[in-house]
Every structure is written in C-alpha cells, then in structure tokens.
C-alpha cells in the first residue's frame, strides 16, 4: 500500500452512507449488541457539540472516529467529550490511519477548549487499547453504564 494517498475530512452528514457502512462494519467486529441507527448516525454528525472524522485512501472512506458530547454527572460538559467509534478496515491496518484519525480528534478538542478525552473500550480489543496506552490515555473509573465496556480510560488535552 504505498504510496497510499490518506486525507482526513470532517464527517459531515452528506458523508452519511460512508459513516454508516463503517459503523456497521465496526459493529459487527466489535460484536457491539446496541447499535446507533442511521437516525442517531445523523443526529451525530449534525448535532453542534459532535465532531466526526473520515479517513480516506485513495478516495475510498477507509476508517472514522467520532468526539462527542460526555453527558455524565460529575463531569462539566465544557470541559470533557467522549472519542467514539474509532475503526479502521482491516485492509488499511498498519499504515498510521487510526493515529492520524485520533491527531485530528485531539487538535479539535484542543482547539475547543476541552480539558479531557474520556473514552470506553472492551479488555480484548489489544490492538486498540495500545494505541491508546501509547497516545497518553490512562485508565480512569467507569464513567458510564456501557455494559458492554470493560475498560475506561481518559487523557488530559494540553
């Protein structure tokens, strides 16, 4: 795959085919029981407080990653969102794609204001929580009711 032409464009909702495919690709990998539906996909990708992000190769939507609003009590809303949804295909694995997915994530969120990136994951999914280990994101107490997420971490944006 070199040479390999990556762009990360905001999602916005005329990207709505693209974000639901890779949801439902990301859904089935991750045996993710509730699902959003494409009525939540587009109440995301308009919702004013929600950022999401297409990795494209070549033109072809390759992975995404969403920031959105942390409605959690005990955590002020100004100063903490939630990273959802990271997944890259298969196909395109190794070649930096969630890196520079999770990159454009944390500028905006800095560049917002935000104090903390909380996210939610489960114990087997290695290859992801590495990623994150090595990106600055440390355990932290369970911050929702996800009953399917075993692991929860955060990371304080400087």
Not at 46 to 51: H, Q
Request: glycine share 6%; proline share 3%; aromatic share 8%.
């Amino acid at each position: 795959m070199a040479g390999m032409d990556i762009k990360i464009v905001i999602a916005d909702p005329s990207r709505i085919a693209d974000v639901a495919l890779l949801l439902e690709e990301y859904f089935t990998a991750q045996e993710v029981v509730k699902r959003d539906s494409i009525e939540d996909i587009a109440r995301s990708l308009n919702a004013p407080g929600d950022s999401s992000w297409l990795a494209e190769v070549d033109g072809v939507a390759a992975g995404y990653v969403a920031l959105r609003q942390l409605d959690v009590a005990g955590i002020p809303a100004a100063t903490a969102l939630e990273c959802k949804r990271l997944y890259v295909r298969p196909e395109y694995r190794g070649q930096g794609i969630a890196g520079s997915l999770l990159d454009a994530m944390e500028l905006h969120a800095k560049k917002i204001g935000v104090n903390w990136i909380y996210l939610d994951s489960k114990d087997d999914l290695r290859s992801a929580l590495r990623i994150y280990e090595e990106r600055g994101y440390l355990v932290c107490d369970r911050y929702n009711d996800n009953p399917q997420a075993t692991v929860f971490m955060r990371k304080h944006i400087v």
